[in-house]
Antibody, heavy 119, light 106 residues
Framework: EVQLVQSGAEVKKPGESLKISCEAS????????IAWVRQKPGIGLEWVGL????????RYSPSFEGQVTISADKSTNTAYLQWSSLKASDTAIYYC????????????WGQGTLVTVSS | EIVLTQSPATLSLSPGERATLSCRAS??????IGWYQQKPGQPPRLLFS???DRATGVPDRFSGSGSGTDFTLIISSLEPEDCAVYYC?????????FGGGTKVEI
């Protein structure tokens, strides 16, 4: 069974750094894209970016380029999303998701990580 | 980037009625559209890939159609559990994009 288990909720102050995780199991981690998706309270879905673990090929949406770093560790089957300096506007739920097959549609999702940035 | 415009924003219907959800792309994306359902407090659930390729476990009252720039998700006979927000998503080019969503109220 494919599972994506995300790290727990975080409360941070503006300017702090953060790294959240998404641990995958039940399939060959290296062979499927993992995406990160942001959802602000009461708002729709936004792509942050994707990583292909086998070669760490990483793509970012223009809005997030330079603002976050996405990575993957094949030795632990874990994908990461990190910030070096958080802003209040980063407050949101962040989901990781795995592509269903070779197409970039995502049939497997983590439970979401709530990130709250507040002074 | 490709902009996806969903309409209507909200659809209020009764059980058993037919729901028609629209997704329009800012340029031709062939059939590279997918649909997701999201219920409160849950992650999205993939319903369809490439317009009409139904995901495992999706009831056949859901159907997807369209090509080019205009796409439709139809729920033929609404059930109470279909209350959710529905999003379309394109994979034709990077960056991937979502539509703004249609909320279905029953």
């Amino acid at each position: 069974e494919v599972q994506l288990v995300q790290s727990g909720a975080e409360v941070k102050k503006p300017g702090e750094s953060l790294k959240i995780s998404c641990e995958a199991s039940g399939y060959s981690f290296s062979n499927y894209w993992i995406a990160w998706v942001r959802q602000k309270p009461g708002i729709g879905l936004e792509w942050v970016g994707l990583v292909f673990p086998i070669d760490s090929d990483t793509r970012y949406s223009p809005s997030f380029e330079g603002q976050v770093t996405i990575s993957a560790d094949k030795s632990t089957n874990t994908a990461y999303l990190q910030w070096s300096s958080l802003k209040a506007s980063d407050t949101a739920i962040y989901y990781c998701a795995r592509s269903s097959d070779y197409r970039n549609f995502f049939g497997f999702w983590g439970q979401g990580t709530l990130v709250t940035v507040s002074s | 980037e490709i902009v996806l415009t969903q309409s209507p924003a909200t659809l209020s219907l009764s059980p058993g009625e037919r729901a028609t959800l629209s997704c329009r792309a800012s340029r031709n994306i062939r059939n590279f559209i997918g649909w997701y359902q999201q219920k409160p407090g849950q992650p999205p659930r993939l319903l369809f890939s490439d317009t009409s390729d139904r995901a495992t476990g999706v009831p056949d009252r859901f159907s997807g159609s369209g090509s080019g720039t205009d796409f439709t998700l139809i729920i033929s006979s609404l059930e109470p559990e279909d209350c959710a927000v529905y999003y379309c998503q394109q994979r034709s080019e990077w960056p991937l994009t979502f539509g703004g969503g249609t909320k279905v109220e029953i």
